[in-house]
């Protein structure tokens, strides 16, 4: 009988989640080690070798790493869930004209249900990964917060687990710098995992050819699409793109336009399949509406106006702005100042100093009186 009871470790095959298993291992935990199979290569039609969190690579650095301490590993073949629902969100939201981004999808409605759900069949009390946040809990709430190495911190991705998931995890990484994590690491004789490096691409788009997997997965999608025409904000027609689903907001790099100052992509028009091109000061907005909520340190926001710094993607440093929540499913965003290339379909996740109040999906963005 373990001193701590048995957890569900989820482990890429990365020095982050092999860490996690270890230490927790080392602590006294009945550790079980889990892989996800989420998505086969091959059947993007990619032309690069396989790699990432999915690749048999991973799955066998993952194996090993349970197999040297002596605790059991399983794969998870999650492909047809994970297929169904973030690859399917990925391609519709390109066709709304939105930016969509499938890692926080993932993470949140996938991963952990999937996890948990094995966990539980295996008589796992607890689930932990290898993320670098920290969770604690405050009378009936379960709250995440930014993780002490601040260049690494994941709690943006996080934002989406419910109160019920988060009861059952644990982040034992929240508390250590990623320096840490190495020199651990090494401490312990994993060197292969030392010198291994990091993948930041999408796994089913190893490429980073979002625009290629898009016209290998809908069919006909170029024919549908081609033919619009870029505009400017007065409406003036300044050529033809190549179909709205092709661009983000923000895009300045492969637009085919010349107009002798630099411009940006600052609207998608699906209905009309028109590109909205803009100069670098039309991209910005002080106001946003976020929707699908999940909201974390408090069971609603109330009527009044509460400050925050609010993040609106992965890498963003944050801004100052009012957040209200009106309705049951929308938040309502005021910056303190203006902010750059806000693109529905991204997450924006909202911060009381470390802790996170929650996040959501960025409906639309506007610029407030």
């Given at each position: 009988m373990s001193k701590h009871g048995r957890i569900l470790v989820a482990m890429s095959g990365g020095i982050d989640s092999s860490l996690a298993a270890v230490l927790l291992h080392e602590q006294g935990y009945e550790v079980i080690g889990m892989t996800m199979k989420t998505w086969?290569?091959?059947?993007?039609?990619?032309?690069?070798?396989?790699?990432?969190?999915?690749?048999?690579?991973?799955?066998?650095?993952?194996?090993?790493?349970?197999?040297?301490?002596?605790?059991?590993?399983?794969?998870?073949?999650?492909?047809?869930?994970?297929?169904?629902?973030?690859?399917?969100?990925?391609?519709?939201?390109?066709?709304?004209?939105?930016t969509p981004n499938p890692c926080v999808l993932c993470n949140t409605h996938v991963k952990w249900d999937a996890l948990l759900r094995r966990a539980n069949n295996?008589?796992?009390?607890?689930?932990?990964?290898?993320?670098?946040?920290?969770i604690r809990?405050?009378?009936?709430?379960?709250?995440?917060?930014?993780?002490?190495?601040?260049l690494k911190d994941q709690s943006y991705v996080l934002w989406g687990i419910s109160q019920e998931s988060l009861s059952r995890t644990q982040l034992p990484l929240g508390h250590l710098k990623k320096l840490e994590i190495r020199e651990m690491a090494k401490e312990r004789g994993f060197f292969d995992l030392v010198n291994k490096s990091e993948s930041y691409e999408i796994c089913f788009v190893p490429d980073n050819d979002y625009r290629g997997f898009l016209k290998r997965r809908v069919t006909g999608l170029e024919e549908r699409v081609a033919g619009g025409n870029f505009v400017l904000e007065n409406g003036d027609i300044v050529g033809k793109h190549e179909g709205y689903p092709f661009y983000t907001i923000g895009q300045r790099k492969g637009l085919g336009i010349a107009l002798g100052y630099p411009v940006y992509v600052t609207e998608i028009k699906k209905e009309t399949n028109e590109v909205v091109l803009g100069t670098e000061k039309h991209l910005l907005r002080n106001a946003m509406h976020v929707g699908k909520l999940n909201l974390q340190k408090y069971a609603h926001l109330g009527d009044a106006e509460m400050d925050s710094i609010t993040k609106i993607r992965y890498k963003d440093k944050g801004m100052p702005a009012k957040i209200r929540q009106i309705g049951e499913d929308k938040i309502e965003?005021?910056?303190?100042?203006?902010?750059?290339?806000?693109?529905?379909?991204?997450?924006?996740?909202?911060y009381e100093g470390d802790d996170l109040i929650g996040g959501g999906w960025i409906l639309k963005s506007f610029n407030a009186e």
């Open positions: 086969d290569y091959a059947a993007s039609g990619g032309a690069k070798k396989e790699t990432g969190c999915c690749s048999l690579d991973s799955i066998n650095d993952a194996r090993h790493i349970a197999t040297s301490l002596g605790f059991p590993h399983y794969i998870l073949d999650i492909r047809n869930e994970f297929g169904d629902y973030v690859i399917d969100h990925f391609t519709g939201e390109y066709l709304e004209g939105r295996l008589d796992c009390e607890f689930l932990a990964t290898g993320h670098y946040a920290n809990q405050e009378q009936d709430r379960h709250i995440i917060s930014k993780g002490v190495d601040q965003a005021v910056f303190q100042d203006p902010v750059s290339a806000i693109a529905p379909g991204q997450a924006a996740v909202f």
